[in-house]
């Protein structure tokens, strides 16, 4: 037996059990549009929707708008302007004219020891009333029922913390699979499906966490993830690790989110998340390169230089790498042109993983809403 063979084999191996574990959790998610918005019978408590806008006089009035439709008895929205140079703030204060509901929170000033995103959210969760909170982005869009729906089961299974992953819609094929192989990674290290019955497992997303109030008040709220760059994914940590209830549903059809229109768009957007990731650390950075190489790469090199039970092993990675993907990219609603880049897109991905973290050394640090910070800062922080 050779070296290839063995390669071939655990690859295979490895291909069979991450594959068999994410068909059958995400099973188990479950749709957030299953939730009649009237399941409970209890009055529906006050909910503070919270988002922070900086320069979003293009996407901010539509989503905006989504927010001041949602169909909810008892809502206060509370948008925090976080420095914005743009009309921003205009649009904020002219929306804002005669709606009781919206309040506008004015933020010039970045103090000390805080991201600019987590100041705002934490000025934001300040200035809020609600028993519960919802935190959101400014270009996330929902569908009327998403809150009483999101709240009925928050009630009815006496949670802490709800988060629900977003539509995604994406045109662009090469960033459809990139998306998709982010979104396969994702889900096989933090297992959502796990996040509600296991004490080690959580997960926080930015579109929409929802919180109830005082859970969120004991755990710290934002001024204990005050320098964290992964914001929402911490939020959730830091909730769990006070002994919260967490829920993780799919959002299909009531929460959406352009995320990023290209590829070359999604590169730089990552350029300040993917080095925290792996804790600013070449050595994790390193190790997961080795383990993609060697896991999600050489099988397809594997048809080119292998024959015998090798090369049919890798063939049968293969195979099962793209039934993962054509179901992935269905289910995302994603066109199955992007299967085309799946030969490469693991390549394309620690390139830009690479990227980022090179991008960050070499600038000795991040820059994000117009704030540099160094990699000091963050380390000593995080």
């Known amino acids: 037996m050779t070296f290839l063979f063995w390669l071939s084999f655990i690859a295979l191996v490895v291909a069979v059990a991450s594959s068999v574990e994410l068909m059958l959790g995400a099973g188990k998610l479950r749709h957030l549009r299953d939730v009649r918005p009237d399941e409970t019978a209890t009055p529906l408590p006050p909910v503070s929707i919270v988002f922070s806008a900086l320069n979003e006089a293009h996407t901010i009035e539509p989503a905006l708008r989504s927010v001041l439709a949602l169909d909810y008895p008892a809502l206060e929205i509370i948008v925090i302007n976080d420095r914005s140079t743009d009309a921003t703030p205009a649009i904020l204060e002219r929306m804002a004219s005669g709606e009781p509901r ?71 094929r090469l960033l459809a699979m990139l998306m998709l192989n982010f979104g396969v990674t994702f889900m ?15 997960l926080g997303l930015g579109a929409f966490n929802l919180v109830k109030t005082s859970a969120y008040r004991d755990a710290g709220g934002h001024a204990a993830i005050a320098m964290q760059v992964l914001d929402d994914l911490m939020l959730g940590r830091v909730m769990k690790e006070k002994g919260c209830r967490q829920d993780v549903m799919l959002g299909t059809g009531l929460v959406s989110v352009a995320w ?55 063939l049968a990675t293969v195979l099962l790498e793209f039934g993962v993907f054509l179901a992935s990219a269905r289910l995302a609603g994603y066109p199955l042109g992007a299967l085309l880049y799946l030969p490469v897109v693991n390549l394309i991905s620690l390139a830009m993983w690479w990227r980022a973290s090179l991008l960050t050394l070499s600038r000795g640090g991040i820059t994000w809403r117009g704030t540099f910070y160094s990699l000091g800062q963050l380390r000593r922080r995080s």
């Open 260 to 314: 990023y229109h290209s590829a070359a768009e999604m590169f730089r957007g990552m350029e300040k998340n993917l080095f925290a990731g792996f804790d600013y650390r070449l050595s994790l950075l390193g190790a997961a390169t080795v383990l993609v190489l060697l896991i999600r790469v050489w099988p397809w090199a594997g048809l080119v230089v292998t024959h015998g039970s090798a090369w049919w092993m890798n």
């Open 188 to 202: 096989l290290r933090f297992k959502p499906w796990k996040v509600r019955d296991s004490a080690g497992h959580f």
């Open 102 to 172: 919206l309040k506008v929170v004015h933020v010039d000033t970045l103090p000390e020891g805080w991201l600019g995103k987590n100041h705002a959210l934490h000025r934001g969760s300040q200035a809020a009333s609600g028993d519960y909170l919802l935190f959101t982005d400014a270009d996330v869009v929902f569908e009327r029922t998403t809150l009483r729906r999101a709240v009925a089961h928050c009630l009815e299974e006496r949670l802490d913390h709800l988060t629900v992953f977003p539509d995604t819609p994406v045109k662009d």
